[in-house]
């Protein structure tokens, strides 16, 4: 089975862990895996992988709404150079800083990849979980889609400065804390816009109707080679950790005016269905495994 059969079969028995992360006596908690061979391409820096592994959990916590706290990391592979050990701490210490939050420590271990276990630590006293949206809301996303898959594609072409700053994404905790006690439902987009759209949906028993243009990364536009290449890296690619959310129509103008980032609205709530333009958007986006 892949990591999605997994998830499907064991939410029966930890019910908990149905959301971005779980919410035990108004803490959030929340736990991420990153490799070396799928998600750090040749050129990411160490510095890099610090700040995008450490800011996947962050990204969890925002997603419930949650103020960070604190986050560790296991930093495992099959050497250890001081060199690179410091730069990874430095960048899980500067995305945390970034969002009000601690680095505190973590584990090193042996491993025949380099490998990163992070683990984030938040506080949400009104928590947003994915099952509240309600037909008539709006849909609305943080941001900018398809970052990320710019990010892989220019490493792959050699532009590795500039795909090195892709990757170093602004976890949306201050986004997700406006969002709290207002949005009805919420998870951030690390598998994809449109797997996204779907999990909410089988969440909140509803649809989406969806509309263009979508708010696509400049740099999307600078590399995609087509439009259907433009719409992969948008929509299906993933790895963004932007906020996918609802809210209700009334709310949007008073949480955009409280924002510190953008608020596009995408759609509206269906009773049932994921479309794209009048079309059936296929649940497809990020696996592991």
Do not use: K
Not at 159 to 182: C, K, S, T, Y
Not at 196 to 214: K, M, N, T, V, Y
């Amino acid at each position: 089975m892949d990591e999605r059969d997994a998830l499907t079969r064991l939410a029966a028995i930890l019910p908990e862990a149905g959301d971005d992360a779980a919410v035990v006596d108004g803490l959030v908690v929340t736990t991420d895996m990153l490799h070396q061979s799928t998600d750090f391409p040749d050129g990411t820096t160490r510095y890099t992988a610090g700040w995008r592994a450490v800011g996947a959990s962050l990204s969890d916590v925002a997603a419930m709404g949650g103020e960070a706290v604190a986050a560790v990391a296991v930093y495992a592979g099959p050497t250890f150079e001081f060199e690179e050990i410091e730069a990874f701490v430095t960048g899980a210490q500067a995305v945390c800083e970034q969002v009000g939050g601690a680095y505190v420590g973590g584990d090193l271990d042996s491993h025949e990849e380099f490998t990163v276990a992070s683990t984030a630590i938040g506080r949400a006293d009104e928590p947003v979980f994915r099952s509240g949206a309600t037909p008539g809301d709006a849909v609305c996303v943080t941001g900018t889609l398809g970052r990320s898959a710019a990010g892989f594609h220019l490493f792959r072409a050699g532009d590795i400065e500039r795909a090195n700053e892709l990757f170093r994404f602004q976890p949306r905790v201050g986004a997700g804390r406006v969002l709290a006690g207002r949005a009805t439902s919420m998870m951030d987009s690390s598998d994809g816009l449109a797997r996204s759209l779907h999990q909410l949906a089988d969440a909140s028993d509803c649809g989406f109707a969806i509309e263009s243009p979508l708010p696509i990364d400049d740099t999307v536009e600078e590399v995609a080679t087509s439009t259907d290449e433009r719409q992969e890296f948008g929509v299906f690619f993933g790895e963004d950790f932007e906020l996918v959310c609802t809210v209700p129509e009334t709310e949007l103008p008073t949480i955009r005016a409280e924002l510190s980032v953008p608020l596009s609205r995408i759609g509206t709530v269906t009773e049932t269905g994921v479309t794209l333009d009048g079309e059936t958007l296929p649940d497809r986006g990020y696996t592991h495994g």
